[in-house]
């Protein structure tokens, strides 16, 4: 018999909703059988077995909570050992990284004669070289002793050089002082339990506000032509039942200026500024318990009608939880746009590794002064806030000035 473990759906999972059993004991799996639903902070998904055996336990009850990766959640009858995987992303470009959860398989190497296999994954084997840290000296937590991130990342912060990963976990900090310490009763307030998606969305956004030098760039866009150009262009689109939205051409405007100042879509790493081949817009969107910003790939090469399309259907399946996490992951560029709720303006945290993030307010009619005269136009702020060890300041704003030129002479955008 042989534990199947929690799996790792994506690279920042590290706990799980064990949503719903697909099987029951007593019943054969194949290779590409579904066995269960896991709910992860961004996305519930079919979970599916990779090798052949019986069932013979379910450890972990439907509906629980924070389930670990690499927990044992069920047990297969069977000689070889079980794998368990989401089902496989959409191909990507050659040129960019890969990403595979830890409980992916080993790849297939090959290995010098006399030599010891080292167990790790490729995501783990990657961190490693990036930290310079030699995978012969490091304990993995896996199964069958396999290392993965949370070995390499342990090994990397422990003090000293590494020779092997830290037996124990480092010492969390002090708790914060409870409500009830600062004064609070417990009757004057309604605790709410914080959920898998808003715990990661809490320590992300705290490390990137924390760990990334950032600055804000903030400008006024007159967009009274382009609410002009919208009209026009839904009432063409109007039978095939298509209608544009300011974000949809906010989108559009965004991915052409990161073509034309391509230095401004670009991301930091260890080795050098990544400059991205393509315009992917991870667009922010709210949802119950957090924020997820699915992506519009090639953003650059689509028209309105298309941008459209796949925001509205992202959008609705972001905030249902069935996005694929190729859907969410690795974007080059986010926006956040709060113009709805009628903000005015405001600065967005960084979404690492991308290198900026645009926040668009409301568009409202303000008195501007033209050649000594008061008139009244639509305006819109908008703040790009840039990592300031890839993108500098002057590159931020020669990408606001092309993002300007395009949304106050929109026909400029299909030309």
């Known amino acids: 018999m042989t534990d199947i473990p929690m799996p790792a759906l994506s690279p920042t999972m590290e706990e799980g909703i064990l949503a719903k059993w697909l099987v029951k004991v007593g019943d054969s799996v194949r ?3 579904l066995i269960a639903e896991i709910e992860t902070d961004k996305a519930t998904m079919e979970v599916e077995a990779v090798d052949e055996g019986v069932i013979e336990a379910l450890l972990v009850a439907e509906g629980t909570e924070g389930v670990k990766v690499n927990t044992p959640i069920a047990r297969l009858s069977g000689e070889n050992s079980p ?3 989401a089902p496989a992303p959409s191909p990507v470009p050659a040129s960019a990284p890969v990403v595979t959860s830890p409980a992916a398989p080993v790849e297939k190497t090959m290995i010098p004669k006399g030599s010891q296999r080292i167990l790790a994954s490729p995501l783990a084997r990657r961190l490693a070289a990036e930290r310079g840290l030699d995978l ?3 304990t993995g937590s896996g199964p069958h002793g396999r290392i993965i991130r949370v070995d390499v990342e342990a090994a990397a912060t422990a003090p000293g050089p590494a020779k092997v990963a830290s037996p124990s976990p480092t010492p969390a900090p002090a708790p914060a002082a409870s409500l009830s310490q600062l004064g609070y009763t417990e009757d004057s307030y309604t605790l709410v339990p914080l959920d898998g998606m808003r715990r990661t969305v809490a320590r992300r956004l705290t490390e990137s506000a924390r760990d990334i030098p950032h600055f804000p760039l903030t400008i006024d866009v007159e967009i009274d032509a382009l609410l002009a150009a919208r ?6 689109l109007e039978p095939r039942g298509i209608k544009v939205s300011v974000n949809d051409l906010v989108i559009k405007a965004a991915a052409l200026a990161l073509k034309q100042v391509p230095e401004a879509n670009a991301s930091f790493t260890p080795e050098g500024i990544a400059l991205h081949r393509h315009a992917d817009i991870s667009m922010a969107v709210a949802v119950d318990g957090g924020l ?13 009608a298309e941008i459209a399309l796949e925001a509205k259907d992202l959008a609705e399946r972001a905030r249902s939880r069935k996005l694929k996490p190729e859907e969410f992951q690795g974007g080059t560029f986010s926006i956040s746009n709060l113009g709805m709720f009628g903000i005015r303006q405001f600065g967005s945290i960084i979404n690492p590794p991308q290198g900026a993030i645009l926040s668009v307010g409301a568009g409202e009619a303000r008195a501007v002064v033209r050649d000594g005269q ?3 136009r639509t305006l819109m702020t908008v703040t790009l806030t840039c990592d300031h060890r890839a993108i500098d300041g002057a590159i931020g704003a020669r990408w606001l000035a092309a993002f300007r030129a395009l949304i106050e002479d929109p026909v400029t955008m299909i030309v």
Do not use: F, M, Q
Not at 231 to 236: D, F, G, K, P, V
Not at 292 to 304: D, F, N, S, V, Y
């Open 292 to 304: 997820i910003t699915p992506i519009l790939r090639k953003a650059e090469l689509k028209g309105l």
């Open 136 to 138: 012969a000296t490091l």
């Open 83 to 85: 794998v368990v995987t």
């Open 31 to 33: 290779s590409g059988d």
């Open 231 to 236: 009209s026009r262009i839904n009432s063409l």
């Open 374 to 376: 008061v008139i009244i």
